[in-house]
């Protein structure tokens, strides 16, 4: 079952603007990643926080977590074209366990 | 450059066919996964393997088959029980333990003829 599910499901916004898409998940985790998938392509990592942690930043990226609210968001500040994909939260208890993703936001960044 | 290829990149299959779904990897990592993802939707787990000639089932695991027979490899053979193998399938592998991201190949994508 899925256990991450982001919103919103489809973003547009112009270039230049910023990019704000959620995760919420049921059960508790160690870890939540996040990864961005271009169209017609496999996912690529893109920052992975940790259940002791509540942000981490990672060049234009920023990502929150509140595991009291079981919820983390994804910021991507001076959006450009080419940031254009879907993004999927995944969340694992870590160690040898599989991780789970979610259903996705899909952002479109129009020039 | 070290990476997954999978293989092929475009795949048909005709009815009461089994067809097999190549992954390789030179990252030497421990751990190997299928994915299926229909359209809009996020990935679902199919198989999973932590070490060489061992393997589990996921979440949706019915239809499918795979081997690991090397570490390099985790071929996935979609059978003719599977109903509704449309789809584009991915396949990731990670070094296992901790909270090591996964990393990505570029996917196949299977249809009926």
């Known amino acids: 079952s899925q256990q991450g599910e982001e919103d919103p499901q489809a973003l547009s916004i112009q270039e230049g603007e910023n990019a704000t898409m959620n995760c919420s998940y049921k059960?508790?985790?160690?870890?939540l990643q996040w990864y961005r998938q271009n169209s017609g392509r496999g996912l690529v990592h893109l920052i992975l926080i940790r259940s002791n942690e509540r942000e981490k930043h990672s060049g234009r990226l920023r990502v929150t977590l509140d595991t009291s609210k079981k919820s983390s968001s994804l910021l991507i500040t001076a959006s450009r074209a080419a940031d254009t994909a879907s993004y999927f939260c995944?969340?694992?208890?870590?160690?040898?366990?599989?991780?789970?993703f979610g259903t996705g936001t899909k952002l479109q960044v129009i020039p | 450059d070290g990476g997954i290829t999978q293989s092929p990149k475009y795949l048909f299959r005709k009815e009461g066919q089994n067809v097999t779904l190549s992954c390789e990897q030179n990252l030497n990592h421990d751990a190997m996964y299928w994915y299926r993802q229909d359209p809009g939707q996020g990935l679902r787990l199919i198989y999973y393997?932590?070490?060489?000639?061992?393997?589990q089932k996921g979440d949706i695991a019915e239809g499918y088959s795979v081997s690991r027979e090397k570490k390099e490899s985790f071929p996935l053979t979609v059978t003719s029980a599977q109903k509704n193998p449309t789809a584009f399938y991915l396949c990731?592998?990670?070094?296992?333990?901790?909270?090591?991201?996964?990393?990505f190949g570029d996917g196949t994508r299977l249809s009926i003829l």
């Open positions: 059960t508790s985790i160690n870890n």
């Open positions: 990731a592998s990670r070094v296992e333990g901790g909270w090591q991201p996964q990393h």
């Open positions: 995944a969340t694992g208890p870590g160690g040898y366990q599989k991780v789970t």
């Open positions: 393997s932590q070490i060489v000639n061992d393997f």
